[in-house]
């Protein structure tokens, strides 16, 4: 004995939905396939960029660890400078150019100081200073240090 | 295709071999020409869309990730190029018009269909039916898209899809049931 057949209320014996499923497809045009392949570009011209290839996580670090090496040096470079001007101060007078500037260098790898790029008047100041060694530096004023009396009311 | 030839196909891609694309055009152009024809209701605009379709997948392919099936993404394009190009021109070609009026050649994609007199009525009925639920059924039920899929593809929650799905199906059987009686009126008198 065969299953009853479960009989829709609009009088057909499939379910309405089974009949949308066997609905009969329709045909593709013959040449759809060839006018669509032929219109891949040739994959000779084609290469995927490798920026697209790196993952969301390796830019994010990158971009990340970028964005941190801008900051110190930002922060660090008022310091780097102020150190470069005091070993500027501190080179003996009778030091050729080239010593100078190798000096400066061994002192601080990190800094690869060229002279084309140092401010004019602060060579100038170096080399019209005459000092003896050692040098007796006087220490800068600093906020916290004591104001002379002469200089008080 | 299966979840795993398309992880190999992407990956193939992504290395670079391109020509693998073709694949993916053999895999998936049928699916989504017979789709695009259900949503513009006009052959020639869905072979036009078929290939803007592919277009933009080809150009799209290196930041495909495979989170869901190129099945799905495809469908998804296709449906993004049909609305866009609804915005820019409107076609209130009906469905059927362009069935009836059509040629019997052996390219005709509604033949088969119009030898059938119950598919031809489905499709009557599904022609009368607005839009958004036309889409609905015919991505269940035509293209065999699972709910989750189709949220994929027209961008809406799971939840809604069900629902939606319903209710579509509630607007439909009553247009199925007075296409049939018409039908039988038609036959008797």
Same mark, same amino acid.
């Given at each position: 004995?065969?299953?009853?057949?479960?009989?829709?209320?609009?009088?057909?014996?499939?379910?309405?939905?089974?009949? %949308?499923?066997?609905?009969?497809? $329709?045909?593709?045009?013959? @040449? &759809?396939?060839?006018? *669509? +392949?032929? !219109?891949?570009?040739?994959?000779?011209?084609?290469?995927?960029?490798?920026?697209?290839?790196?993952?969301?996580?390796?830019?994010?670090?990158?971009?990340?660890?970028?964005?941190?090496?801008? %900051?110190?040096?930002?922060?660090? $470079?008022?310091?780097?400078? @102020? &150190?470069?001007?005091? *070993? +500027?101060? !501190?080179?003996?007078?009778?030091?050729?150019?080239?010593?100078?500037?190798?000096?400066?260098?061994?002192?601080?790898?990190?800094?690869?100081?060229?002279?084309?790029?140092?401010?004019?008047? %602060?060579?100038?100041?170096?080399?019209?200073?005459?000092?003896?060694?050692?040098?007796?530096?006087?220490?800068?004023?600093?906020?916290?240090?004591?104001?002379?009396?002469?200089?008080?009311? | 295709?299966?979840?795993?030839?398309?992880?190999?196909?992407?990956?193939?891609?992504?290395?670079?071999?391109?020509?693998?694309?073709?694949?993916?055009?053999?895999?998936?152009?049928?699916?989504?020409?017979?789709?695009?024809?259900?949503?513009?209701?006009?052959?020639?605009?869905?072979?036009?869309?078929?290939?803007?379709?592919?277009?933009?997948?080809?150009?799209?392919?290196?930041?495909?990730?495979?989170?869901?099936?190129?099945?799905?993404?495809?469908?998804?394009?296709?449906?993004?190029?049909?609305?866009?190009?609804?915005?820019?021109?409107?076609?209130?070609?009906?469905?059927?018009?362009?069935?009836?009026?059509?040629?019997?050649?052996?390219?005709?994609?509604?033949?088969?269909?119009?030898?059938?007199?119950?598919?031809?009525?489905?499709?009557?009925?599904?022609?009368?039916?607005?839009?958004?639920?036309?889409?609905?059924?015919?991505?269940?039920?035509?293209?065999?898209?699972?709910?989750?899929?189709?949220?994929?593809?027209?961008?809406?929650?799971?939840?809604?899809?069900?629902?939606?799905?319903?209710?579509?199906?509630?607007?439909?059987?009553?247009?199925?049931?007075?296409?049939?009686?018409?039908?039988?009126?038609?036959?008797?008198?």
């Amino acid at each position: 004995m065969q299953p009853e057949e479960q009989v829709d209320f609009d009088g057909f014996p499939e379910s309405l939905e089974r009949r %949308l499923r066997n609905l009969p497809k $329709l045909s593709v045009p013959n @040449d &759809l396939e060839a006018r *669509l +392949l032929s !219109a891949i570009p040739c994959a000779d011209l084609i290469s995927i960029p490798n920026s697209m290839r790196t993952s969301r996580l390796s830019r994010t670090l990158m971009s990340a660890g970028f964005a941190a090496a801008c %900051l110190v040096m930002v922060l660090l $470079l008022p310091k780097l400078e @102020d &150190l470069v001007s005091m *070993l +500027l101060v !501190a080179v003996r007078p009778g030091q050729s150019g080239s010593d100078h500037n190798r000096l400066v260098e061994r002192s601080d790898d990190t800094l690869q100081i060229d002279t084309g790029f140092q401010d004019p008047r %602060l060579i100038m100041s170096v080399e019209t200073q005459s000092f003896t060694w050692p040098i007796h530096q006087k220490s800068p004023l600093m906020v916290s240090s004591k104001i002379p009396d002469d200089l008080l009311d | 295709m299966s979840k795993i030839d398309d992880q190999r196909l992407i990956r193939s891609l992504h290395e670079g071999r391109s020509e693998e694309f073709s694949e993916v055009v053999r895999s998936h152009y049928q699916a989504i020409f017979r789709f695009l024809v259900h949503l513009s209701r006009d052959i020639h605009r869905a072979e036009d869309l078929v290939q803007e379709t592919f277009g933009t997948a080809w150009e799209r392919i290196a930041s495909f990730q495979g989170r869901s099936s190129m099945e799905t993404w495809l469908h998804r394009i296709a449906y993004t190029k049909f609305i866009d190009g609804l915005r820019t021109k409107q076609r209130a070609t009906k469905f059927l018009e362009s069935m009836l009026a059509s040629e019997s050649s052996g390219t005709d994609p509604f033949q088969l269909v119009l030898a059938d007199d119950e598919a031809r009525n489905l499709y009557r009925a599904l022609d009368e039916l607005n839009p958004a639920n036309r889409t609905l059924l015919v991505l269940h039920y035509l293209q065999g898209l699972s709910y989750r899929e189709i949220a994929l593809v027209l961008n809406e929650p799971n939840g809604t899809i069900k629902w939606r799905m319903a209710e579509a199906l509630k607007c439909l059987r009553p247009l199925v049931g007075r296409e049939v009686s018409d039908h039988a009126t038609r036959r008797t008198s």
